[in-house]
């Protein structure tokens, strides 16, 4: 699960107009439309090759009993677009020659051509037997590179995780290692799919659910993630994307939920793994010092059922699926002693005097001998022999082996339905809770630091398609998408950070040194943040053939509410010094060397002043974004071993516009009772000698919108210590 802690760029205000003309003798897979549905065409001949028009073209689905009929042109052609995945018959009635029925299976968003030789002979029905899954045939209709996981290698593959989108690396050109990395052995992110896909980033893939957009926008990633068992197949598009394809490029995963049929069906499972039960990694078996291996029990188990309501009618399925990992590991830090904290300055055992450790100090104790400083400085001037940082070891959630320590669920609902030969619909639902536990961000050794991060996604998709005439289909869509992803404070309210030295972890004796505050080893890192984003999306495809021509045209349009906050500062961050011997003499002073926090820059900009006393700034964005496209394609079958593919594209990703703002600078948090109680009051106190921080730059966002300028008040001289509420200074300024 992806930390949003930056946000990627790459979108703009832009419009892209694209023509691709190709000229395809293909014989790899083709893929059909940004949808989840497919298209079965091809040409009827006689005995000696002619073709023939007026035959009668009937496809049945042998999972749900829809049917769907059309008869062949003049040039002996057929196409049946806006066909769900699944396994098809293909029955061919001429009069004068043998009935004939052909074994078909339709996979999702692609075209299958099943070209038929017709017999002449006496009143009789040949049914042909294809080899392979399901009468997969051989497609020559398209130039897009893509390939399908079909349900057979989703069902029988081995997933150590159950996730469907690890099979994504069946796809010839999706690769684990990320280009973007300095070291060439470091694995792809999880943004995307967690993959990279033709050399682009992991984030540039367009992942699709059911035809639908199913991005996680803010966070790069899968929006809503489904149980494998409700997965009926999904493609991979790498290379060569038609008119109908837009937002990507790197490639595009589309997976198709699966749909009830005829028959009730069903699964039950649970699948265990401990750590009682694996070995050790290379690295624990190498090391110098015998090191154990972590535990962890990790448990996933589920169901799915489906059938028919009213046969060849109404059809439903239903999947729901649990995780839930126990894992832990033991952390170490040093803190200061009760007898050091006694000899410092007033206003730092104020500092120190709220905070409590979670575990006391168990391990060894280590002296200002022992532990050293500048020769002539104020630490190294107190007794030698005073106990001055002692171990603590302490319990954190952690991934042995099995996963992050957390509990998850995930559901997808589906329902079908026939209205009539020439009207179908479907409706789906899919819902992702995810809860890790205390500690999964921040962890401390002192109490109430630890926070999780906690995930709810919805998703929910309706589509109708309708047979106008035998050469005329439109399929319209309405889709739903909510993602939240929140990382919330734990049960300490805003409180500033203090760290022994500036801008990375700072270290003693070989030990990471910790301090009250949130994220005491990540000086970079920030909270509360989060928030919903709501994606709206309507999309409505047509296909119209006449002749040897298939045209599908069509477009989509895109409302999103990014509604986020991301508390960078929101606490502040009070750093000694900038090594750890300089830092331990400034905290026997009780000095600072810098003081960074969040202000209001008052509508300035970088380089101008802001005047004191200043408020915190909001930390809440309220984006919205439109965004459309309009495309036309034609598949022109010139020879029945030659297509020509002219297609035409229009995309908009707009710019973005935010509503009246009427919330109060308050504090964002996931848990409210926990919230409730945090106020962001806390002004700048540094004194007037204070600058803006490097990042009061303009940032962007995930997808490269411009977020709101924010300041930091920085202090270059030394500050006292600022308690979790600082007082306002008055009559200074700042630049």
Same mark, same amino acid.
């Given at each position: 699960?992806s930390?949003?802690?930056?946000?990627?760029?790459g979108?703009?205000?832009?419009?892209?107009l694209?023509l691709?003309?190709?000229?395809?003798?293909?014989?790899?897979?083709?893929?059909?439309?940004?949808?989840e549905?497919g298209?079965?065409s091809g040409?009827?001949?006689?005995p000696?090759?002619?073709?023939?028009?007026?035959?009668?073209?009937?496809?049945?689905?042998?999972?749900?009993?829809a049917?769907r009929?059309?008869t062949?042109t003049?040039q002996g052609?057929y196409?049946?677009?806006s066909?769900?995945?699944?396994?098809y018959?293909?029955?061919v009635?001429?009069?004068?020659?043998a009935?004939?029925?052909?074994?078909?299976?339709?996979?999702?968003?692609?075209?299958t051509t099943?070209?038929?030789e017709?017999?002449?002979t006496?009143?009789g029905?040949t049914?042909d037997?294809?080899?392979?899954?399901?009468?997969?045939?051989?497609?020559?209709?398209?130039q897009?590179?893509?390939?399908?996981?079909t349900q057979k290698?989703?069902?029988?593959?081995?997933?150590l995780?159950?996730n469907?989108?690890?099979?994504?690396?069946?796809?010839?050109?999706?690769?684990?290692?990320?280009?973007?990395?300095?070291?060439p052995?470091?694995t792809?992110?999880?943004?995307?799919?967690g993959?990279n896909i033709?050399?682009?980033?992991?984030?540039?893939t367009?992942?699709?659910?059911?035809g639908a957009?199913?991005n996680?926008?803010?966070g790069?990633?899968?929006?809503?993630?489904?149980?494998l068992?409700?997965v009926?197949e999904?493609?991979?598009?790498?290379n060569?994307?038609s008119a109908e394809f837009?937002?990507a490029?790197?490639g595009i995963?589309?997976v198709?939920t699966?749909s009830g049929?005829n028959?009730?069906?069903?699964?039950?499972?649970?699948?265990?793994?401990?750590?009682?039960?694996?070995?050790?990694s290379a690295q624990?078996?190498?090391?110098?010092?015998?090191?154990?291996?972590g535990?962890?029990?990790r448990?996933?188990?589920?169901?799915?059922?489906?059938?028919?309501?009213?046969k060849?009618?109404l059809?439903?399925?239903q999947?729901?699926?649990?995780?839930?990992?126990?894992?832990?590991?033991?952390?170490?830090?040093l803190?200061?002693?009760a007898d050091?904290?006694a000899?410092?300055p007033?206003?730092?055992q104020?500092?120190?005097?709220?905070?409590?450790l979670?575990?006391?100090?168990?391990g060894?104790?280590?002296? /200002?001998g022992e532990? =050293?400083?500048?020769?002539?400085? !104020?630490f +190294?001037?107190?007794p030698s022999?005073? #106990? $001055?940082f002692g171990?603590?070891?302490y319990t954190?959630?952690?991934d042995?082996?099995?996963?992050?320590p957390?509990?998850q669920?995930?559901v997808v609902g589906?329902?079908?339905?026939?209205?009539?030969?020439?009207?179908t619909?479907?409706?789906?639902?899919?819902?992702q809770n995810i809860a890790f536990?205390?500690?999964?961000?921040s962890f401390?050794?002192?109490s109430?630091?630890?926070?999780?991060q906690l995930?709810?996604n919805h998703?929910f998709l309706?589509?109708l398609?309708h047979v106008w005439t035998?050469r005329f289909?439109?399929?319209s869509?309405?889709?739903f998408?909510r993602?939240?992803?929140d990382?919330p404070l734990?049960?300490?309210?805003?409180?500033p950070?203090l760290?022994?030295q500036?801008?990375?972890?700072?270290t003693l004796?070989?030990h990471? /040194?910790?301090?009250? =505050?949130?994220f005491p080893f990540? !000086?970079? +890192?920030?909270?509360?943040?989060?928030? #919903? $984003?709501?994606?709206?999306q309507?999309?409505?495809?047509q296909?119209?053939?006449t002749g040897s021509?298939?045209f599908?045209?069509?477009g989509?349009?895109?409302?999103?509410?990014?509604?986020?906050?991301f508390?960078?500062f929101?606490y502040a961050?009070e750093?000694?010094a900038g090594?750890?011997f300089?830092g331990?003499d400034n905290?026997?002073?009780?000095?600072?060397a810098?003081y960074?926090?969040?202000?209001?820059?008052?509508?300035?900009?970088?380089?101008?002043?802001?005047?004191f006393?200043?408020s915190?700034?909001i930390?809440e964005r309220n984006?919205r974004?439109?965004e459309?496209a309009?495309?036309?394609?034609?598949?022109?079958?010139?020879?029945p071993?030659l297509?020509?593919n002219l297609?035409?594209?229009?995309?908009?990703?707009g710019?973005s516009?935010?509503p009246?703002?009427t919330?109060?600078?308050t504090?964002?948090? +996931?848990?409210?009772p926990?919230s409730?109680?945090?106020?962001?009051t806390?002004a700048?106190?540094?004194?007037?000698?204070?600058r803006?921080a490097?990042?009061?730059?303009?940032?962007?966002?995930?997808?490269?919108?411009?977020?709101?300028?924010?300041?930091?008040?920085s202090?270059?001289a030394?500050?006292?210590?600022?308690?979790?509420t600082a007082?306002?200074t008055?009559?200074?300024?700042?630049t």
């Amino acid at each position: 699960m992806s930390l949003p802690f930056h946000r990627r760029a790459g979108r703009g205000a832009c419009a892209v107009l694209a023509l691709v003309t190709i000229l395809t003798l293909a014989l790899q897979t083709p893929a059909y439309a940004q949808a989840e549905t497919g298209q079965i065409s091809g040409t009827v001949s006689d005995p000696q090759g002619a073709v023939v028009a007026g035959v009668a073209i009937t496809v049945t689905s042998k999972d749900t009993g829809a049917t769907r009929t059309t008869t062949t042109t003049g040039q002996g052609d057929y196409a049946v677009p806006s066909l769900l995945p699944g396994n098809y018959e293909v029955k061919v009635d001429a009069s004068g020659f043998a009935q004939k029925t052909v074994p078909v299976r339709v996979t999702v968003g692609t075209k299958t051509t099943v070209d038929v030789e017709l017999a002449v002979t006496g009143g009789g029905e040949t049914v042909d037997v294809v080899a392979g899954d399901q009468g997969v045939q051989v497609n020559t209709e398209s130039q897009v590179l893509s390939t399908v996981v079909t349900q057979k290698q989703i069902r029988e593959l081995p997933t150590l995780t159950r996730n469907p989108y690890s099979l994504v690396q069946l796809a010839g050109t999706a690769v684990t290692i990320d280009p973007e990395a300095q070291d060439p052995n470091t694995t792809a992110s999880d943004r995307g799919v967690g993959f990279n896909i033709n050399g682009q980033r992991s984030s540039s893939t367009n992942v699709l659910l059911d035809g639908a957009d199913n991005n996680d926008t803010y966070g790069s990633d899968i929006g809503n993630a489904v149980p494998l068992d409700s997965v009926q197949e999904f493609t991979v598009l790498t290379n060569n994307f038609s008119a109908e394809f837009g937002r990507a490029s790197g490639g595009i995963v589309n997976v198709a939920t699966k749909s009830g049929t005829n028959d009730f069906h069903g699964t039950v499972y649970e699948f265990n793994r401990v750590s009682a039960l694996a070995t050790s990694s290379a690295q624990l078996k190498g090391a110098f010092v015998p090191t154990d291996k972590g535990v962890f029990t990790r448990n996933q188990f589920g169901y799915s059922v489906g059938g028919p309501v009213i046969k060849d009618k109404l059809l439903f399925f239903q999947s729901t699926e649990w995780l839930r990992v126990r894992s832990s590991d033991t952390a170490i830090a040093l803190v200061p002693t009760a007898d050091l904290i006694a000899r410092l300055p007033g206003n730092v055992q104020d500092f120190f005097a709220p905070f409590a450790l979670s575990t006391p100090i168990n391990g060894r104790v280590f002296t /200002v001998g022992e532990v =050293g400083g500048n020769p002539s400085g !104020p630490f +190294a001037a107190l007794p030698s022999s005073l #106990p $001055a940082f002692g171990e603590v070891f302490y319990t954190i959630p952690a991934d042995a082996g099995g996963g992050f320590p957390q509990n998850q669920y995930q559901v997808v609902g589906r329902a079908d339905w026939n209205i009539s030969d020439k009207t179908t619909m479907y409706g789906r639902y899919a819902l992702q809770n995810i809860a890790f536990e205390d500690g999964a961000l921040s962890f401390s050794p002192y109490s109430g630091f630890n926070s999780p991060q906690l995930t709810n996604n919805h998703n929910f998709l309706v589509s109708l398609t309708h047979v106008w005439t035998d050469r005329f289909v439109t399929q319209s869509k309405f889709a739903f998408n909510r993602v939240r992803n929140d990382q919330p404070l734990g049960e300490q309210p805003i409180t500033p950070t203090l760290y022994l030295q500036q801008n990375v972890k700072s270290t003693l004796l070989n030990h990471d /040194v910790a301090f009250p =505050g949130y994220f005491p080893f990540s !000086p970079a +890192a920030s909270i509360p943040a989060g928030g #919903p $984003a709501n994606n709206y999306q309507i999309y409505q495809d047509q296909t119209y053939t006449t002749g040897s021509h298939s045209f599908r045209f069509g477009g989509s349009f895109l409302r999103i509410q990014d509604n986020h906050s991301f508390g960078a500062f929101e606490y502040a961050v009070e750093e000694l010094a900038g090594s750890a011997f300089d830092g331990l003499d400034n905290l026997v002073l009780g000095q600072l060397a810098r003081y960074r926090v969040a202000i209001d820059p008052q509508g300035n900009f970088p380089g101008e002043k802001v005047s004191f006393p200043a408020s915190a700034p909001i930390f809440e964005r309220n984006n919205r974004y439109s965004e459309g496209a309009l495309y036309v394609n034609d598949s022109w079958k010139v020879h029945p071993r030659l297509t020509l593919n002219l297609g035409l594209r229009w995309d908009y990703f707009g710019s973005s516009t935010a509503p009246t703002r009427t919330s109060t600078r308050t504090s964002t948090s +996931a848990r409210a009772p926990r919230s409730s109680t945090r106020s962001t009051t806390a002004a700048c106190s540094a004194p007037p000698t204070v600058r803006w921080a490097a990042c009061g730059r303009r940032t962007r966002t995930t997808s490269g919108r411009a977020s709101a300028w924010r300041g930091t008040c920085s202090a270059t001289a030394r500050p006292a210590f600022a308690a979790a509420t600082a007082s306002p200074t008055s009559g200074t300024s700042a630049t």
